[in-house]
């Protein structure tokens, strides 16, 4: 991995055609939010981006910078992968058949290990660097129970100058001992992360309950007044993942009108609340999510590795009632899902909507890993678009990555054909290279 050209404090262009959104496709059409530069031009100062347009009308303003032309490439923003478990790393791809099942025979396994602070370090630099080898820039993050995952990964992170999300997991019943913390400690150990590392340079906490049935009622409170005391923190967690689970949580919370209500109880609904996967959700669970303006998460290769079903990209975005649309984010869920790769990620999406009447387009779905994820994290006036004032995260794409997709490309007629062949056919080969804040992360 380079971290050295350029540094992210010089002024500096670059040259090549870029895509980026300056709407929600799924509410004004694709053909009025996606913007195409044939010939664009992005000059970065400082890492951040001061121009960022045809090249035509830019030009003027490149006396004494440096331009770096990318012709025959694409360039993105960079991706935005809202939620993923760095910790699962070493059992991505584990035969799993359901999800608790999963759990029970991999995660909780590997996950005891990250008290060692050197392997969850280890463990860190390799996710990190899997992270800038196929795109993407920013992660809302799981760490494991034991502070130590959280304060190895904040420091790779923060030495790279990244954009990160992340948080000690919450989980105090129904796991494992060695998985298990109190209301109390949790309480008190994610605080003293949280006030180490939240807004530190690029970083971000998140309060991290693993899900409902893992927390007892007392340490989902302590979670809630936390979030109350920070509210610039996130909030993180599972929903409505799998039917069994959903039947768990009605007899563990049989006092809750149903599992949206439980968080909802506790204070854990809100801006910059997430909630992963969210694929049973009732009606008036939605309903919940948009007047809070809550966020959901889509994890397609998870939910289809894991056989938990599929998410209603209708109802999330395209209510019949505008304002009932729900902040929706593109994640890839390792170690459940089974790619790092966005690119694949934004391919499953596409076959999780054909199998449930909804037809994803490729704008729609390359929103969903940029624009749309970052206002799913209300970063969107920091990251998530490319366009004047924001920080310069970047993915460099090569159509031609591969024979095969060399030889597709020639019969691409349009910018949408484009996409949608690399987000069906491409993986972390077509990512030349990766900017961060104006530093190169992947490539020359």
Same mark, same amino acid.
């Given at each position: 991995?380079?971290?050295?050209?350029?540094?992210? +404090?010089?002024?500096?262009?670059?040259?090549?055609?870029?895509?980026?959104?300056? *709407?929600?496709?799924?509410?004004? &059409?694709?053909?009025?939010?996606?913007?195409?530069?044939?010939?664009?031009?992005?000059?970065? *100062?400082? &890492?951040?981006?001061?121009?960022?347009?045809?090249?035509?009308?830019?030009?003027?303003?490149?006396? &004494?910078?440096?331009?770096?032309?990318?012709?025959?490439?694409?360039?993105?923003?960079?991706?935005?992968?809202?939620?993923?478990? /760095?910790?699962?790393?070493?059992?991505?791809?584990?035969?799993?058949?359901? $999800?608790?099942?999963?759990? *029970?025979?991999?995660?909780?396994?590997? @996950?005891?290990?990250?008290?060692?602070?050197? /392997?969850?370090?280890?463990?860190?630099?390799?996710?990190?660097?899997?992270?800038?080898?196929?795109?993407?820039?920013?992660?809302?993050?799981?760490?494991?129970?034991?502070? +130590?995952?959280?304060?190895?990964?904040?420091?790779?992170? !923060?030495?790279?100058?990244?954009?990160?999300?992340?948080?000690?997991?919450?989980?105090?019943? *129904?796991?494992?001992?060695?998985?298990?913390?109190?209301?109390?400690?949790?309480?008190?150990?994610?605080?003293?992360?949280?006030?180490?590392?939240?807004?530190?340079?690029?970083?971000?906490?998140?309060?991290?309950?693993?899900?409902?049935?893992?927390?007892? @009622?007392?340490?989902?409170?302590?979670?809630?007044?936390?979030?109350?005391? !920070?509210?610039?923190?996130?909030?993180?967690?599972?929903?409505?993942? +799998?039917?069994?689970?959903?039947?768990?949580?009605?007899?563990?919370?049989?006092?809750?009108?149903?599992?949206?209500?439980?968080?909802?109880?506790?204070?854990?609904?809100?801006?910059?609340?997430?909630?992963?996967?969210?694929? =049973?959700?009732?009606?008036?669970?939605? !309903?919940?999510?948009?007047?809070? #303006?809550?966020?959901?998460?889509?994890?397609?290769?998870?939910?289809?590795?894991?056989?938990?079903?599929?998410?209603?990209?209708?109802?999330? $975005?395209?209510?019949?009632?505008?304002?009932?649309?729900?902040?929706?984010?593109?994640?890839?869920?390792?170690?459940?899902?089974?790619?790092?790769?966005?690119?694949?990620?934004?391919?499953?999406? /596409?076959?999780?909507?054909?199998?449930?009447?909804?037809?994803?387009?490729?704008?729609?779905?390359?929103?969903?890993?940029?624009?749309?994820?970052?206002?799913?994290?209300?970063? #969107?006036?920091?990251?998530?678009?490319?366009?004047?004032?924001?920080?310069?995260?970047?993915?460099?794409?090569?159509?031609?990555?591969?024979?095969? $997709?060399?030889?597709?490309?020639? =019969?691409?007629?349009?910018?949408?054909?484009? $996409?949608?062949?690399?987000?069906?056919?491409?993986?972390?080969?077509?990512? #030349?290279?990766? =900017?961060?804040?104006?530093?190169?992360?992947?490539?020359?």
């Amino acid at each position: 991995m380079s971290n050295t050209q350029p540094a992210g +404090n010089e002024r500096f262009a670059i040259r090549g055609p870029f895509i980026t959104f300056n *709407n929600n496709p799924f509410s004004v &059409g694709d053909e009025n939010a996606l913007v195409h530069e044939s010939d664009g031009l992005i000059i970065i *100062n400082d &890492g951040t981006i001061e121009y960022a347009g045809a090249y035509s009308d830019g030009a003027s303003r490149l006396e &004494g910078c440096e331009v770096k032309s990318f012709p025959n490439h694409l360039i993105t923003p960079g991706f935005i992968d809202t939620h993923v478990h /760095y910790p699962q790393l070493p059992i991505i791809g584990a035969y799993g058949a359901q $999800l608790i099942d999963w759990l *029970n025979t991999y995660t909780f396994v590997a @996950e005891q290990r990250y008290d060692d602070l050197e /392997y969850a370090g280890q463990v860190s630099r390799i996710f990190l660097d899997e992270l800038a080898r196929n795109g993407t820039t920013t992660a809302a993050v799981y760490c494991t129970v034991h502070p +130590n995952s959280v304060e190895a990964f904040f420091q790779e992170a !923060h030495a790279r100058r990244l954009r990160m999300i992340a948080g000690k997991m919450l989980m105090d019943r *129904n796991a494992p001992e060695a998985l298990q913390d109190t209301a109390q400690s949790g309480y008190d150990d994610s605080l003293t992360l949280l006030q180490k590392w939240h807004e530190k340079g690029r970083l971000s906490y998140a309060i991290t309950p693993r899900f409902a049935p893992t927390s007892t @009622e007392a340490q989902l409170e302590a979670a809630g007044a936390l979030w109350k005391a !920070h509210p610039s923190a996130y909030m993180q967690t599972h929903v409505s993942e +799998n039917k069994d689970e959903v039947e768990w949580v009605k007899e563990l919370f049989p006092d809750r009108a149903n599992y949206i209500d439980v968080y909802a109880h506790y204070g854990l609904t809100g801006p910059r609340a997430l909630f992963g996967h969210a694929i =049973y959700l009732e009606e008036t669970e939605w !309903h919940h999510l948009a007047e809070t #303006d809550s966020s959901v998460i889509h994890c397609p290769t998870s939910n289809t590795f894991l056989g938990s079903g599929f998410f209603n990209f209708q109802r999330a $975005l395209q209510p019949e009632s505008a304002g009932l649309a729900v902040r929706t984010g593109l994640a890839t869920d390792v170690g459940g899902g089974t790619s790092l790769c966005m690119l694949k990620s934004m391919g499953e999406a /596409y076959k999780v909507g054909q199998l449930s009447g909804y037809s994803v387009s490729a704008a729609k779905a390359f929103y969903l890993a940029t624009r749309g994820a970052a206002k799913a994290l209300h970063l #969107d006036n920091k990251i998530g678009s490319i366009e004047a004032g924001m920080e310069a995260d970047l993915v460099v794409l090569n159509p031609a990555s591969t024979p095969l $997709l060399e030889f597709r490309t020639q =019969y691409c007629n349009s910018i949408e054909e484009l $996409l949608f062949v690399q987000m069906t056919l491409a993986d972390e080969r077509a990512i #030349d290279t990766v =900017y961060s804040a104006g530093r190169v992360i992947k490539g020359a």
